[in-house]
């Protein structure tokens, strides 16, 4: 929990996914990186900067014990304060998270477990830009054109990539604001399809920082090939 008001921040990772489209026995999250387990590595980055007060991860239900032992305690993240159960959407598993922060946490940051390539600068930049805007999410501009299509798989429209961004996390915002977001939304049964979307369908004003495209999140096979060649390229393969 936070104590006194500052302008450290609170970290939710949520790492509940079950990893289906993995196809391996453990969940992706626990899968072997180099020497460590891919949360791991994403908890070190956390663990390392000073703004970071606490950590808080959400794991699914049953794996909180392994967690614990085998993530937190063999890779020494001091940092983390609570491993929790998650929900049946990752909407759900945040919430779980930002329902035991205190309400003295100044910031709050939810941030994918399965993204380890997140860079410290980034996250640093997102608290402090967090300080005068209602948001702060990391992203990187679209690469490929971008069409909308119907149903039945016809083109509707092609969009303007100059102003399509790929959203990533971090995702930051203060304390109130997410809090205010999150509790609305499910008053009004909605889920959205990330967590500065939930701020956004109130008003609020969210600023996109670019991040790299290394910051990638590991869902599948192929993704995991990739992550083995971006940690190979940083010379720790």
């Not at 998270?97 to 600068?121: C, M, N, Y």
Request: glycine letters at 8%; proline letters at 3%.
């Amino acid at each position: 929990m936070a104590g006194k008001k500052n302008d450290k921040a609170s970290v939710l990772i949520p790492a509940a996914g079950m990893g289906k489209r993995m196809a391996k026995d453990r969940q992706k999250q626990f899968l072997m990186l180099g020497d460590m387990p891919v949360l791991a590595h994403t908890l070190k980055v956390f663990e390392g900067i000073d703004g970071v007060n606490e950590i808080i991860i959400i794991v699914p239900r049953g794996e909180e014990e392994f967690c614990l032992t085998n993530i937190v305690e063999r890779y020494k993240i001091h940092k983390v304060t609570k491993v929790i159960a998650g929900g049946k959407e990752r909407q759900d598993s945040v919430y779980n998270g930002l329902k035991l922060l205190s309400d003295e946490t100044a910031f709050v940051i939810v941030h994918d477990g399965v993204r380890p390539f997140i860079s410290r600068e980034v996250i640093k930049q997102s608290i402090e830009l967090a300080k005068r805007f209602d948001g702060v999410v990391a992203g990187v501009p679209a690469k490929d054109t971008i069409k909308r299509v119907s149903d039945d798989m016809l083109v509707e429209a092609t969009m303007n990539r100059a102003h399509l961004w790929l959203i990533q996390t971090p995702q930051t915002f203060r304390y109130k604001i997410i809090n205010e977001a999150y509790n609305k939304a499910y008053i009004n049964d909605y889920y959205g399809t990330d967590d500065a979307s939930l701020v956004e369908r109130l008003g609020y004003k969210v600023k996109v920082i670019m991040d790299s495209y290394e910051n990638i999140k590991i869902t599948t096979p192929e993704d995991m090939l990739f992550a083995e060649m971006i940690y190979k390229s940083r010379g720790k393969g």
